[in-house]
């Protein structure tokens, strides 16, 4: 329920950009369809060779380097539209950020610690710009990738395309069962690293009072165990997700 609630609040600032969103879509959908159908046409210039039929072969060269810049410029689009597009949800939300801090309670400021809350306008905002750029593409590409392989498999051979979307359910199950495997990991590891970066804040902005009071010796080992857990957390996140 939190997941589908964060995830539907984030596409209230994704669709506020409905032109940047439907280029970003177009441009993905293009490119992706262009990066399937150039292999067909490198297997016939392949047959062609037999042939020796150098003008079909001359013309189907020029039509893949086409195909292969239009590629180039269609990403450079989608890459530099998603930028721009997780730049200003960046700017929106930490500008609500700063608004909200100004209307929570005392007891909640009392509660949490300055790096905390620091880590939650950069790192965390960060991460959420970083998942736009490079989820949103992602998920585009790979939805297109498979209905076009799938397509293309039924034209080429669809015995293979069959045994293919035969095996979809059982990828499904081993997809579902290593996400739910590696979500925990994740989350843990997500947190220990919102300690460490509101930790190192918290030290270094108090750098002297630490050198004043002979906190260097216990800071560094605090550090060092928070890092400890981090690298166990990381390790199985890797593992889980690979």
Not at 66 to 71: D, E, S
Not at 132 to 153: N, Y
């Amino acid at each position: 329920m939190v997941i589908m609630k964060n995830s539907s609040r984030l596409k209230e600032y994704i669709f506020k950009n409905k032109f940047v969103i439907i280029l970003i879509i177009a441009s993905c959908i293009i490119s992706t369809i262009l990066t399937l159908l150039a292999p067909v046409l490198v297997g016939d210039v392949i047959e062609k060779i037999v042939i020796w039929d150098m003008q079909s072969i001359a013309k189907q060269i020029l039509l893949i380097a086409c195909m292969y810049i239009g590629v180039f410029i269609l990403d450079y689009v989608s890459i530099i539209n998603l930028s721009k597009l997780s730049s200003k949800i960046g700017s929106e939300i930490r500008e609500q950020l700063f608004s909200k801090l100004h209307k929570i309670p005392i007891s909640y400021i009392d509660k949490s610690s300055y790096g905390e809350i620091v880590n939650k306008f950069s790192f965390d905002v960060e991460n959420i710009c970083l998942a736009i750029i490079q989820g949103a593409s992602k998920i585009i590409i790979g939805i297109v990738t498979v209905i076009g392989a799938i397509i293309i498999m039924v034209k080429l051979n669809y015995i293979m395309a069959i045994i293919t979307v035969s095996s979809a359910p059982l990828m499904y199950f081993i997809s579902r069962f290593i996400v739910n495997r590696s979500k925990e990991t994740f989350k843990s590891r997500e947190e220990i690293i919102s300690k460490i970066n509101g930790y190192t804040v918290e030290i270094i902005n108090s750098n002297k009072t630490v050198k004043d009071f002979n906190y260097i010796k216990i800071a560094e080992d605090r550090f060092n165990k928070m890092n400890e857990e981090l690298l166990e957390d990381g390790k199985k996140a890797q593992f889980y997700s690979s």
